[in-house]
């Protein structure tokens, strides 16, 4: 039985299963067509629930999130542990983390969504017409929004919480590697919803159906709206090769950062070391930094010193191996390390010529995702704007401002890549779809 408010939860570290496919004698399409028809029926209750009923719903999770702390970290741990003994590199465990502070500022970014302007009713544009029918667009939910992605606990909350305020339910699916986080999230976000009067199914986990049950929901059309995948490659190539509901895919992160002609070498230094050093793991690092010729012997010596300092390996080109001074180790670079998206202490450099080489190299192995440009001269960063091709671009930020809460949704259910209305970080605008609303006084058409 999949997780909700009124099944019998195990305690919140002990008793999860840890298999990566369904459990043994377990239906996973039983198991997910459940949660599913559970969630549509939560949808419908949440879509017609206030405004105020679903913020209230938001700041109970958050209160239950914080009170939850030690079973939430105790319940982490567990998961931590066999990550470790699985070799499970540093960067992936960093993002499967939770302590204390980490819930707390999770648990504060579900509150901040709770104050946002809730977009169901919102009318997009409406008007009267001559023959006097009265003729509006209006925001409304989607209905049930399934979300898969990989060993990231703090995405279950900020998917929860997105959905309910924006009027959706939500179906989990958070991978084995957080599957006791996942577990002991979900029950503590359920019952503080019902504690607040809403439905606990709103907010379901398919986890124990394994990857088997991904299948079985990419492939339910009719019981759930759109899926948005977040993860590696891998996963999103699954989705989009087997999904026969519409979905949303949200990219791998392979960010450049370039440094223009005339870069204030100070701020390219304290740009390009926080796209890469402060969070290595998550998808708006940056992955490579190019560097404009005329800007290298100022910029490339000092930067290879602090990635170095901070623990970086660094591949580079012929001009930037040249460049290093003090014994920082600089391994050639490859075509292949342009095109990988580390999520690590790792990074491509490359010295270009101009801005334009630095734009056709973006275009040949940029993910689409997002591009940093670090310039003084304005018509050097309309230039690059106006040359990307990206979801985000910084123009003397860092990549990693690429957020949801960091520009000002609250939180994000993801980062779209593709060219549709949804694109860049997903939030509660982009839950929602639109319909036509059409009153007369007995007219007709004729």
């Known amino acids: 039985m999949t997780t909700s408010v009124s099944a019998q939860h195990p305690p919140a570290g002990q008793g999860a299963p840890t298999q990566r496919s369904a459990p043994h004698g377990a239906d996973p399409r039983s198991q997910v067509l459940d949660a599913l028809a559970r969630a549509r029926a939560a949808s419908k209750d949440l879509s017609a629930a206030t405004r105020a009923v679903r913020d209230a719903g938001l700041l109970a999770v958050a209160d239950a999130l914080v009170a939850a702390t030690d079973e939430l970290v105790a319940a982490n741990a567990r998961d931590l542990a066999r990550e470790r003994e699985a070799g499970t590199a540093a960067g992936l465990l960093d993002r499967l983390a939770l302590d204390a502070p980490r819930i707390a500022a999770i648990a504060e970014a579900v509150r901040a969504v709770a104050t946002l302007p809730d977009p169901v009713g919102h009318v997009r544009r409406g008007s009267t017409l001559p023959n006097g029918l009265r003729v509006t667009q209006v925001q409304v939910p989607l209905g049930v929004l399934g979300v898969v992605y990989e060993a990231r606990p703090n995405v279950t909350v900020d998917a929860a919480a997105l959905a309910v305020k924006s009027g959706n339910a939500a179906v989990l699916r958070g991978g084995s590697a957080a599957l006791r986080s996942n577990t002991a999230l979900v029950a503590v976000i359920s019952a503080a919803l019902v504690s607040a009067g809403l439905p606990g199914d709103a907010v379901v986990s398919i986890d124990e159906a394994g990857r088997d049950?991904?299948?079985?929901?990419?492939?339910a059309r009719g019981l759930v709206d759109l899926v948005i995948p977040r993860g590696g490659a891998g996963l999103i190539s699954r989705v989009v090769a087997e999904a026969t509901v519409p979905t949303i895919e949200t990219g791998v992160g392979n960010c450049h950062v370039y440094v223009d002609a005339s870069a204030d070498p100070d701020e390219a230094l304290a740009i390009c070391l926080d796209a890469k050093?402060?969070?290595?793991?998550?998808?708006?690092?940056?992955?490579?930094?190019?560097v404009h010729e005329a800007a290298a012997d100022a910029v490339v010596p000092r930067l290879l010193a602090a990635l170095g300092a901070a623990g970086v390996v660094v591949h580079g080109d012929e001009a930037t191996r040249a460049l290093s001074r003090g014994g920082v180790e600089v391994s050639p670079v490859t075509a292949t390390h342009f095109a990988t998206e580390f999520t690590a202490l790792e990074v491509a450099m490359a010295v270009v010529p101009s801005l334009e080489a630095a734009l056709e190299h973006i275009a040949a192995y940029g993910s689409g995702h997002t591009?940093?440009?670090v310039t003084t001269d304005t018509r050097a960063a309309d230039a690059f704007v106006a040359g990307t091709a990206s979801a985000a671009v910084m123009v003397n930020a860092s990549t990693r401002f690429t957020d949801g809460g960091e520009l000002g949704l609250g939180a994000e259910v993801g980062i779209s890549t593709q060219k549709l209305h949804a694109r860049g970080p997903m939030g509660l605008d982009e839950l929602t779809t639109t319909r036509w609303l059409v009153?007369?006084?007995?007219?007709?058409?004729?």
Not at 277 to 290: M, Q, Y
Not at 439 to 446: E, F
């Open 213 to 219: 049950g991904v299948g079985v929901l990419l492939t």
């Open 277 to 290: 050093v402060t969070r290595p793991s998550v998808c708006n690092a940056a992955e490579t930094i190019l």
């Open 371 to 373: 591009e940093a440009v």
């Open 439 to 446: 009153r007369g006084d007995g007219h007709v058409r004729g």
